[in-house]
């Protein structure tokens, strides 16, 4: 399956990307992935605040 059916509420910070979804609880949960070649970086959160936070934060090595 695609990342569309699984995530939604999709933007952007620089080159991360938050997106929302639901674990496999059900419960919803906020990702931060940084979309930059070779960087690698991803977490996930429990508020849209904090994957936010992370995504403004984030200093990509690569970019």
Not at 22 to 43: I, K, L
């Amino acid at each position: 399956m695609s990342a569309r059916d699984f995530f939604h509420s999709l933007s952007s910070i620089g080159p991360v990307q938050i997106g929302t979804g639901r674990d496999r609880q059900g419960r919803p949960r906020h990702v931060a992935v940084c979309t930059a070649e070779g960087c690698g970086w991803s977490s996930d959160y429990a508020s849209r605040a904090a994957a936010t936070l992370a995504a403004r934060t984030h200093r990509c090595r690569i970019a």
